[in-house]
């Protein structure tokens, strides 16, 4: 039960998730956790009802904003006062951008898959004779399988998901350390996963608000619901649609750059488009797949 709550708090009631012995630390709530444990039980261990009492309680549903009393009386959220907030985990970021812009695969079960990796990470540390020397990388429907299907090579993991701080394995980890890089923001910006999840997302907004720059506005809100689930504030929208003109005028005098961004990807571009128009609104996309809102949870 400590590590489902830590799975949706970012910090279980004992904080030291791997120690319950008399060097791990006390629970800040003792009788939640015997009540936890009770209810689960009860539910005849299911853990998707679980979830499910734990995501839709009050106090996951707070808000996450910190108050200055908030920091000064609770500053580590062990009492509770705020919802969680933090990064979600590696495979989890991949999957969103995936879903947000429609290309997450549904289907369940099968082998693993090998999607995007930067070229030569096998060969650098393979041996003559292994049969992982070399990537072959999926095509298709295998390229956006979900991040738990991924194929795994322990001597050289997926370096997206390395980044991200995902465990390369080698021992087991109870909790995962959250760290935040200068490296990770270039992935989300430039990982090639990313990047056509971004102009798949800027595809689907196009050609569902099709028509005159009068349109910006719903295509902006669009975005927003697909990747937070709420529309923007007024404030918001100013911001991203300061960027809109330069990034418009940059396409249009600069083709050959539209069809660089353009050609990311396996999933095929619809020659319906305006190839300059997608580029901007694939830049607009890719921008606002970056905010803290979207990366976090």
């Not at 349109?215 to 007024?234: G, T």
């Not at 050959?256 to 353009?262: F, I, N």
Request: hydrophobic share 40%; proline share 6%.
């Amino acid at each position: 039960m400590n590590r489902f709550w830590q799975e949706i708090f970012g910090t279980g009631l004992v904080a030291s998730s791997g120690d319950f012995g008399v060097a791990g630390q006390l629970p800040s709530h003792p009788e939640l956790l015997d009540f936890l444990a009770l209810q689960f039980e009860a539910e005849h261990y299911d853990v998707r009802q679980f979830f499910r009492l734990m995501v839709t309680s009050a106090t996951y549903r707070q808000s996450s904003v910190v108050t200055a009393e908030k920091l000064q009386f609770d500053p580590e959220n062990r009492l509770l006062s705020r919802g969680p907030r933090y990064r979600m985990d590696a495979e989890m970021l991949r999957d969103m951008a995936l879903a947000a812009s429609g290309l997450l695969s549904r289907k369940i079960g099968g082998p693993s898959v090998k999607p995007y990796q930067p070229p030569g990470v096998w060969e650098a540390v393979a041996m003559p004779e292994s049969n992982t020397r070399n990537y072959q990388e999926d095509s298709g429907e295998n390229l956006y399988r979900r991040s738990m299907y991924t194929f795994w090579k322990r001597a050289a993991p997926p370096a997206s998901m390395e980044i991200l701080n995902a465990p390369n394995r080698e021992t087991c980890t109870v909790r995962r350390e959250r760290t935040n890089t200068p490296l990770q923001a270039l992935l989300f910006l430039n990982d090639p996963q990313f990047v056509e999840a971004a102009r798949h997302l800027a595809q689907k907004v196009l050609l569902t608000c099709q028509g005159e720059s009068s349109m910006e506005f719903d295509r902006v809100q669009c975005m927003a619901l697909h990747l937070i689930s709420r529309p923007f504030s007024a404030e918001e929208l100013c911001a991203i649609q300061e960027s809109l003109p330069s990034l418009t005028k940059f396409y249009r005098t600069h083709p050959e750059e539209a069809e660089r961004l353009l050609s990311v990807g396996r999933s095929p571009v619809p020659e319906s488009l305006d190839r300059s128009e997608l580029a901007t609104w694939t830049m607009v996309a890719n921008i606002l797949m970056n905010l803290d809102e979207v990366l976090c949870k």
